[in-house]
T-cell receptor
Framework: AQSVTQLGSHVSVSEGALVLLRCNYS??????LFWYVQYPNQGLQLLLK??????LVKGINGFEAEFKKSETSFHLTKPSAHMSDAAEYFC?????????????FGTGTRLTIIP | ETGVTQSPTHLIKTRGQQVTLRCSSQ?????VSWYQQALGQGPQFIFQ???????GRGNFPPRFSGLQFPNYSSELNVNALELDDSALYLC????????????FGPGTRLLVL
């Protein structure tokens, strides 16, 4: 079975400060890892994903994440927060040896940007 | 290119009723997955359809059922609604390989009274 744990259900950062959202995964097989963002009253938008290859993954809106197998982590970062980054962020995992992507999501981290 | 669309956007039902939610997949996608997102929680996988066949199911009772049509659009049916079924229902479509990224629709918010 696979699971993800997002540390911190709420994170607040000042505009222009570093954004760090934490995600740790558990998987008995090599994982595919994802970060999705959800704005109020909307569906999920893919920020970035790790499948194979380079462990540092760059996504949209200036976000990036690094896959660290030794730490079973896939933390999301952005060097400088913008007001428009305020949203709910979800980390998700799927098994790489499965014939389809059945995503298992974490409980989410709500990011607040302080002006 | 048209993205994933869902209808209706909002729905109110009473306990014991039945509901049908609809999803049109993104152009070129033949796989549709359904998720339930309760308030304050992450989405939970309900089931997936690939070429009109169910291709995996999460931990949901049989009163949650689905269909996929030849044009790859899909329906989620829930019978005997319970209060705990109140949630945002998300549909996601993905491409032909089964290993491609899932693209989500805006969701249908269901309230059961």
């Amino acid at each position: 079975a696979q699971s993800v744990t997002q540390l911190g259900s709420h994170v607040s950062v000042s505009e222009g400060a570093l954004v760090l959202l934490r995600c740790n995964y558990s998987s008995s097989v090599p994982p595919y890892l994802f970060w999705y963002v959800q704005y109020p009253n909307q569906g999920l938008q893919l920020l970035l994903k790790y499948t194979t290859g380079a462990t540092l993954v760059k996504g949209i809106n200036g976000f990036e994440a690094e896959f660290k197998k030794s730490e079973t982590s896939f933390h999301l970062t952005k060097p400088s927060a913008h007001m428009s980054d305020a949203a709910e962020y979800f980390c998700a995992v799927s098994p790489s040896n499965f014939g389809n992507e059945k995503l298992t999501f974490g409980t989410g981290t709500r990011l607040t940007i302080i002006p | 290119e048209t993205g994933v669309t869902q209808s209706p956007t909002h729905l109110i039902k009473t306990r014991g009723q039945q509901v049908t939610l609809r999803c049109s997949s993104q152009s070129g996608h033949n796989t549709v997955s359904w998720y339930q997102q309760a308030l304050g929680q992450g989405p939970q996988f309900i089931f997936q359809y690939y070429r009109e066949e169910e291709n995996g199911r999460g931990n949901f009772p049989p009163r949650f059922s689905g269909l996929q049509f030849p044009n790859y659009s899909s329906e989620l049916n829930v019978n005997a609604l319970e209060l705990d079924d109140s949630a945002l229902y998300l549909c996601a479509s993905s491409g032909t390989s089964g290993k491609e990224t899932q693209y989500f629709g805006p969701g249908t918010r269901l309230l059961v009274l």
